[in-house]
C-alpha cells in the first residue's frame, strides 16, 4: 500500500489521485481523515500509524516555521522505520533553491530521509506556474510584481503529482536518486503579455512593505519567505532547467506559461473591485 501525506492539499490530493489512475492501491493520509483517507497528524506523534504501509510520499508539511516542519517530518519518519515502511519519497524543493528562506528545513529533511534507513527517492520540486502566476497584484488593468525581468522554471503542479505517481507505483527502479524537476523558465512579462495587460516592476522593498502593512492574514514566516522568492526570481537564480521531469514522465511538459497566465487571471477575477 501507497500513502500519500497531506491528501488535502493541493499537491498530495493530485499525486492519490494520480496513483488511482494509474491504478496503483494506495490511500491518502490527513490530520482530517475522510473516506479513503487515514488519520495522519505530525503533530501527534504517538498517533502515527503507517502500519501496512509499503511507501511513503512524504509531502513536505512547509506550513511552519522551520523548526515546527522538520519536527514534524521526523516524527513520521521514525513512525515509518518503526511500522517497517519498505520505501520513502520525499517531495522537496529544487536545487537552485538553496537561495529561498525555506530551503533550510528541506535540506534538512533530505538529511533524515537519507539516514532514517529505509530506502528513498528525494524529489526536488521546482516552484509552481500556479503560484508565480498567483504572486502578482494587481493594480487597475495591469499586473505588478517584483519579479523585475527575471525568470522562473516554473512547473505544473499536476506534472509534479504525476511525476510523484510514476517514482511511488515503481520505487524500486529509483532507489537512492535524486531529481530535479523543473519547468521551461518564464518571466511576469510574458505572463502579462499572454492576458494582454501590461506588467510594471516593484522594488523589493516595496513588495515587503505591501506584504507587511497591506497583506492581512500572512503568517510571520511568509513575508521573507516570499520576498526571498522574488528576489531569487528577480537575480536568475531559478531559471535552470533539466530534463528530469521530462524523463520520468516520458512526455512533454504542460506548458507552464499558459498555467501561470490563467492563475494570474483567476487572481484578477478574485480581487475586490471598487463601486461607483
Known sequence: MILVTGAHGHLGAATLAALRARGAAATGGSRTPGEGIRRLDFDDPAGLDLTGVSTLMLVSAGYAEDDQVVARHAAVL???????????????????????????????????????????????????????????????AGMESAFGDGALAAVAREDLAEAAAVVAADPARHVGRLYDLVGTPITADRVAARLGVPHRAIGLGEYRRRLLDETPGLLPFQPPMLVSIATSVRHGFLDGTTSDLTDLLGRPLRDPLTVAAEAAEAASAARPRAVA
Open 78 to 140: 521514525e513512525a515509518a522505520v518503526r511500522d517497517g515502511v519498505g520505501h520513502v519519497v520525499y517531495t522537496s524543493l529544487t536545487t537552485a533553491g538553496d537561495h529561498l528562506a525555506f530551503a533550510a528545513a528541506h535540506r534538512a529533511t533530505e538529511r533524515l530521509v537519507r539516514t532514517s534507513g529505509p530506502p528513498w527517492t528525494i524529489l526536488r520540486n521546482g516552484l509552481y506556474a500556479e503560484l508565480f502566476g498567483a504572486l502578482p497584484t494587481w493594480a487597475g
